[in-house]
C-alpha cells in the first residue's frame, strides 16, 4: 500500500542473502529440530561464519558495525520463512547490545568475537518462578564472598537458556529495600559449579527455540563479572534497553501477520469451494482486504518507531504501544487466516497452524500486553 523508505539497496542485497540462508540451511531442519525443542549448535556457528550474528556490534569486536535496519531485515527474513526456532534476535539484539554498552573492555573482548561467531550463545535471564514482568520483586541474589559473588535462585522461560554459555543474570545485590537500586546484571559463564539447566520446557508453540529453566546454588563468579560500573544500575540498564526490545517484538509480529495473510493469499486463490475460488467470495476478500489495511497501518507506525530508535528517541510508551497493538493484530490476523484455510488450517503440516501456535506467546513475552498498557496509562 505504502512504499516503505527504511531500506536502500545493500539492505536488499543482505536480505537475498538472509532468504536463502533460512530456506536452504535453517527450515529443512526445522522439523526435527522442534521435536529435540531446540536447534542444533552447528546452525549457529554457520550464521557466524556467514555474518549473520551481532550485526550492530562494532567490527573491532567481530561484529558488523550495522545499524539496526540491517537487524530488522533479519528479523523479518527469519519470519517469513517460519524459522521460530533460532534464538538470534535474543543473542545478537539483547544479550550482545547489554555487553557491548554497559560491559568493561575486558568483558567485550572476551565474549562478543565469540558471539559474533557463534562460538558463544548468550541468554539472559529475568523472570523468574513466582516473578513475572515485576522485576523488581526478584528473588535471585549474588552475596559478595571475598572477591567473588555468591548467586542462589533460579529463573524460568529463558530464551536460548538450554545452549547458554554466556547468560546476563538479573539479580538482587543490595538490601536498601528500594527495588530498583537494589538489582544488578551479573555475567555467569555456563559450566560454573552450582549452575545447572533444566530440560527445555514443553510449550504450545515455538517448540524449535529452546527454553529452560535456570538454576543457580552457591555459584561463585568473580566481582568482575559485574555489569556497569557499579552495584544497583541493573534497573537503569534494562530500562535503557526494553525500548529496543519491545521493538523488536512488534518488528517480528507485523513480519509475523504478513507472512500469514501471504501463505492465505496462496491457498484461497488455489482451494475451490463450490467451483469457485475461496478468494472470490466477497465474505473472504473483505476479510483479506481488512488484514492488508491493518497490516500497512501497523507496518507504518512501527516503521516510524525504527526510524526513532535508530536517533535514540524512542520512547518507551510507544514502544509499549507498538508491542501490544502489534502482538494483538498478529493473533487477531492468524485465527483468520486459520479460518479461511477451513479444516486444514488446523493439519500441523501447514504452516499457517504453526503460525497459530507460534504466535500466541507474542502476547506475553517482553512483559504482557496488560503491563504494556499499564505503562502507556502512566504517561496519560
Given at each position: 500500500?505504502?512504499?516503505?523508505?527504511?531500506?536502500?539497496?545493500?539492505?536488499?542485497?543482505?536480505?537475498?542473502?538472509?532468504?536463502?540462508?533460512?530456506?536452504?540451511?535453517?527450515?529443512?531442519?526445522?522439523?526435527?529440530?522442534?521435536?529435540?525443542?531446540?536447534?542444533?549448535?552447528?546452525?549457529?556457528?554457520?550464521?557466524?561464519e556467514?555474518?549473520?550474528?551481532?550485526?550492530?556490534?562494532?567490527?573491532?569486536?567481530?561484529?558488523?558495525g550495522?545499524?539496526?535496519?540491517?537487524?530488522?531485515?533479519?528479523?523479518?527474513?527469519?519470519?517469513?520463512?517460519?524459522?521460530?526456532g533460532?534464538?538470534?534476535?535474543?543473542h545478537?539484539?539483547?544479550i550482545?547490545n547489554y555487553?557491548?554498552?554497559?560491559?568493561?573492555?575486558?568483558?567485550?573482548?572476551?565474549?562478543?568475537?565469540?558471539?559474533?561467531?557463534?562460538?558463544?550463545?548468550?541468554?539472559?535471564?529475568?523472570?523468574?518462578?513466582?516473578?513475572?514482568?515485576?522485576?523488581?520483586?526478584?528473588k535471585?541474589?549474588?552475596?559478595?564472598?571475598?572477591?567473588d559473588?555468591?548467586?542462589?535462585?533460579?529463573?524460568?522461560?529463558?530464551?536460548?537458556?538450554?545452549?547458554?554459555?554466556?547468560?546476563?543474570l538479573?539479580?538482587?545485590?543490595?538490601?536498601?529495600?528500594?527495588?530498583?537500586k537494589?538489582?544488578?546484571?551479573?555475567?555467569?559463564?555456563?559450566?560454573?559449579?552450582?549452575?545447572?539447566?533444566?530440560?527445555?520446557?514443553?510449550?504450545?508453540?515455538?517448540?524449535?527455540?529452546?527454553?529452560?529453566?535456570?538454576?543457580?546454588?552457591?555459584?561463585?563468579?568473580?566481582?568482575?563479572?559485574?555489569?556497569?560500573?557499579?552495584?544497583?544500575?541493573?534497573?537503569?540498564?534494562?530500562?535503557?534497553?526494553?525500548?529496543?526490545?519491545?521493538?523488536?517484538?512488534?518488528?517480528?509480529?507485523?513480519?509475523?501477520?504478513?507472512?500469514?495473510?501471504?501463505?492465505?493469499?496462496?491457498?484461497?486463490?488455489?482451494?475451490?469451494?463450490?467451483?469457485?475460488?475461496?478468494?472470490?467470495?466477497?465474505?473472504?476478500?473483505?476479510k483479506?482486504?481488512?488484514?492488508?489495511?491493518?497490516i500497512?497501518?501497523?507496518?507504518?507506525?512501527?516503521?516510524?518507531c525504527?526510524?526513532?530508535?535508530?536517533?535514540?528517541?524512542?520512547?518507551?510508551d510507544?514502544?509499549?504501544?507498538?508491542?501490544y497493538?502489534?502482538?494483538d493484530?498478529?493473533?487477531?490476523?492468524?485465527?483468520?487466516?486459520?479460518?479461511?484455510?477451513?479444516?486444514?488450517?488446523?493439519?500441523?503440516?501447514?504452516?499457517?497452524?504453526?503460525?497459530?501456535?507460534?504466535?500466541?506467546?507474542?502476547?506475553?513475552?517482553?512483559?504482557?500486553?496488560?503491563?504494556?498498557?499499564?505503562?502507556?496509562?502512566?504517561?496519560?
Amino acid at each position: 500500500m505504502i512504499p516503505r523508505t527504511l531500506f536502500g539497496p545493500e539492505h536488499e542485497e543482505f536480505r537475498k542473502s538472509l532468504r536463502r540462508f533460512f530456506a536452504e540451511e535453517v527450515m529443512p531442519h526445522h522439523e526435527r529440530w522442534e521435536e529435540q525443542q531446540h536447534v542444533d549448535r552447528a546452525i549457529w556457528k554457520r550464521a557466524g561464519e556467514l555474518g549473520f550474528l551481532c550485526l550492530t556490534i562494532p567490527e573491532e569486536y567481530g561484529g558488523m558495525g550495522a545499524d539496526r535496519v540491517y537487524s530488522t531485515v533479519l528479523m523479518e527474513e527469519q519470519t517469513y520463512a517460519g524459522a521460530s526456532g533460532v534464538g538470534f534476535s535474543v543473542h545478537s539484539d539483547i544479550i550482545a547490545n547489554y555487553i557491548c554498552n554497559f560491559g568493561t573492555e575486558a568483558q567485550k573482548r572476551e565474549w562478543l568475537p565469540k558471539m559474533a561467531s557463534g562460538e558463544a550463545i548468550g541468554a539472559v535471564a529475568m523472570t523468574e518462578p513466582g516473578t513475572g514482568s515485576d522485576l523488581q520483586s526478584i528473588k535471585t541474589r549474588a552475596v559478595k564472598d571475598g572477591d567473588d559473588y555468591v548467586i542462589n535462585g533460579s529463573k524460568i522461560f529463558i530464551t536460548n537458556g538450554y545452549l547458554s554459555d554466556i547468560v546476563v543474570l538479573v539479580a538482587k545485590t543490595g538490601d536498601s529495600g528500594e527495588g530498583a537500586k537494589d538489582i544488578s546484571l551479573i555475567l555467569v559463564e555456563a559450566g560454573r559449579p552450582g549452575f545447572t539447566k533444566g530440560k527445555p520446557l514443553k510449550k504450545v508453540g515455538m517448540k524449535g527455540q529452546d527454553t529452560c529453566e535456570l538454576f543457580f546454588e552457591n555459584v561463585r563468579v568473580p566481582q568482575s563479572n559485574l555489569l556497569g560500573t557499579k552495584e544497583g544500575m541493573g534497573f537503569v540498564m534494562l530500562m535503557k534497553e526494553l525500548a529496543w526490545e519491545r521493538l523488536i517484538i512488534a518488528i517480528l509480529s507485523v513480519a509475523g501477520a504478513q507472512a500469514a495473510l501471504n501463505l492465505t493469499l496462496d491457498y484461497t486463490r488455489g482451494r475451490k469451494v463450490f467451483g469457485k475460488p475461496v478468494a472470490s467470495y466477497q465474505n473472504s476478500r473483505f476479510k483479506l482486504a481488512e488484514m492488508k489495511s491493518e497490516i500497512a497501518i501497523g507496518q507504518v507506525f512501527v516503521d516510524r518507531c525504527i526510524e526513532l530508535q535508530l536517533k535514540n528517541k524512542l520512547a518507551p510508551d510507544a514502544a509499549a504501544a507498538a508491542k501490544y497493538w502489534t502482538s494483538d493484530l498478529l493473533c487477531k490476523v492468524v485465527d483468520e487466516c486459520v479460518q479461511l484455510h477451513g479444516g486444514y488450517g488446523y493439519m500441523l503440516e501447514y504452516p499457517i497452524a504453526r503460525a497459530y501456535i507460534d504466535s500466541r506467546a507474542s502476547k506475553i513475552y517482553g512483559g504482557t500486553n496488560e503491563i504494556m498498557k499499564e505503562l502507556i496509562a502512566r504517561t496519560l
